[in-house]
């Protein structure tokens, strides 16, 4: 269990709750005060946000009382409107106040609910530990994932309360709305201006339950992250399909993003990039980047992939392959003459052009299978692998590039071969898994433990069955 160590809070933090609250208003009809009952949108160490129909002048001072959740103190105090809003609805107005007097006592307790519940203590502590990863789990404490191992933070247990009201602290009402229209959303979240979170919500058992990927916006190098040169010659192609495969959490966006910042160094392009959250933002250099967030800018990858075809695209960026007709606009694009590079989930090579075919019916498998042998220039899947220290991890590359053998083993259904031909491929800068670990464990990065998990090798592979067996 890690030592959950809070950094210290910097501003009065805003928390998503819904109580009761009861306030004094003049009634301008008798001059006679009336009690007004609404419900608050959120709370802060400074003051109560909360919807109303009929507002209060701007700069008035009213006599409010509330509870907080789990408290029996009632919490008396005067309101200054601070700001009147609209909320979208012709009925109601948004109103902020401040408080004026509010005593010693009950600001401590609101102290203590805003510092349990503010969100942004635990994404710093997730940017503090450089973890990959922070789960909000519903009766459990949140956990980390820190070079790809699972850390419990010793802050207690969430309760299936607190989490929509740490999450929806930092939402819109639109992103609120939706998500409990389908109980799922994926959105991004800009912590400050080095990192970035990719958020997705969703249920489970009936509960809400959150997972956070930290995402760094500085787009790293082809050098910094390793990467084959290999992959900057599939990035430089003007035509073609490209795929970045891998299992979750195996740094696929970041390669794509080097990829982008490659064109947009180099050439003088239109690149659209189809994203559910946008992750790393660019800067246009010698190309236009048009980034465009599915469910925010679009509706879905299909949708948003067939439109950008009508927007003079050279270079067209899909975050995820995920369904039949996304797969098949994105193959008529890159026949078309467009650079297609797309992600897809796939443990390896022949997995990726299976699951790729597979989207579609049996049927239609030889089809597909000479559709895709026509226009894929190149498949890289990737690993991130630790390193001996366990402290970091390495990026492990298996490259397939296209050529004549490899069209026709695809063409014919024998995608069996294609080992053989990543292993004996070099000329073509072809690199299969096992010798991108090897050439870690010649160096002294990754021990022969690792390299064993991770390889996909046979028994006649990257080490003999009588190594094995003794590693082992």
């Given at each position: 269990?890690?030592?959950?160590?809070?950094?210290?809070?910097?501003?009065?933090?805003?928390?998503?709750?819904?109580?009761?609250?009861?306030?004094?208003?003049?009634?301008?009809?008798?001059?006679?005060?009336?009690?007004?009952?609404?419900?608050?949108?959120?709370?802060?160490?400074?003051?109560?946000?909360?919807?109303?129909?009929?507002?209060?002048?701007?700069?008035?001072?009213?006599?409010?009382?509330?509870?907080?959740?789990?408290?029996?103190?009632?919490?008396?105090?005067?309101?200054?409107?601070?700001?009147?809003?609209?909320?979208?609805?012709?009925?109601?107005?948004?109103?902020?106040?401040?408080?004026?007097?509010?005593?010693?006592?009950?600001?401590?307790?609101?102290?203590?609910?805003?510092?349990?519940?503010?969100?942004?203590?635990?994404?710093?502590?997730?940017?503090?530990?450089?973890?990959?990863?922070?789960?909000?789990?519903?009766?459990?404490?949140?956990?980390i994932r820190v070079q790809g191992e699972l850390e419990t933070v010793d802050i207690g247990k969430l309760s299936s309360e607190d989490i929509p009201t740490l999450i929806y602290s930092f939402m819109n009402k639109q992103q609120i709305r939706r998500f409990e229209q389908t109980k799922e959303l994926d959105f991004g979240l800009q912590y400050d201006i080095r990192n970035r979170f990719r958020v997705n919500l969703h249920m489970q058992r009936g509960f809400m339950e959150a997972t956070f990927r930290l995402i760094t916006t500085r787009i790293f190098s082809f050098e910094e992250l390793n990467i084959p040169e290999a992959v900057k010659d599939l990035a430089r192609l003007k035509e073609g399909l490209v795929l970045i495969a891998g299992p979750t959490g195996s740094g696929k966006s970041t390669t794509m993003a080097a990829m982008v910042e490659l064109i947009n160094e180099e050439r003088k392009v239109v690149v659209i990039t189809l994203e559910r959250p946008i992750e790393y933002v660019f800067i246009n250099k010698k190309s236009i980047i048009k980034q465009r967030e599915i469910g925010v800018d679009t509706s879905s990858f299909s949708v948003a992939l067939q439109s950008s075809l009508r927007q003079d695209p050279n270079v067209i960026v899909v975050g995820e392959l995920e369904d039949t007709e996304t797969v098949k606009t994105a193959l008529i694009a890159a026949e078309a003459g467009y650079l297609v590079i797309a992600s897809f989930h796939a443990p390896n090579t022949i997995h990726a052009i299976d699951r790729l075919v597979n989207v579609f019916p049996p049927e239609n498998r030889k089809q597909v299978l000479s559709q895709v042998s026509n226009c894929l220039k190149g498949i890289v899947t990737q690993l991130l692998v630790p390193t001996v220290d366990r402290k970091t991890r390495v990026l492990a590359t298996e490259i397939l590039i296209t050529n004549d053998a490899v069209k026709r083993v695809i063409r014919n259904d024998d995608l069996i071969q294609i080992p053989t031909i990543i292993q004996t491929g070099s000329a073509y800068k072809m690199l299969s898994m096992s010798e991108s670990i090897r050439r870690y464990v010649e160096q002294g990065v990754v021990d022969r433990e690792m390299a064993l998990f991770f390889s996909q090798e046979t028994e006649t592979g990257m080490y003999s069955r009588e190594t094995k067996q003794r590693t082992v």
């Open positions: 269990m890690m030592n959950y160590n809070l950094p210290e809070r910097r501003v009065a933090h805003r928390v998503y709750i819904k109580v009761p609250l009861s306030y004094e208003m003049l009634d301008p009809a008798d001059n006679a005060l009336k009690t007004k009952t609404v419900m608050t949108g959120n709370i802060s160490e400074s003051g109560v946000y909360f919807e109303t129909e009929e507002p209060p002048p701007l700069k008035v001072e009213i006599k409010a009382s509330f509870k907080l959740p789990k408290s029996d103190n009632t919490i008396r105090v005067t309101l200054k409107v601070m700001r009147i809003e609209t909320t979208g609805t012709e009925k109601l107005f948004g109103i902020g106040s401040a408080f004026v007097d509010l005593p010693a006592k009950d600001l401590e307790d609101i102290k203590r609910m805003t510092d349990r519940l503010n969100i942004g203590r635990l994404l710093e502590f997730t940017i503090k530990k450089g973890a990959s990863d922070l789960h909000l789990l519903a009766d459990l404490p949140p956990v």
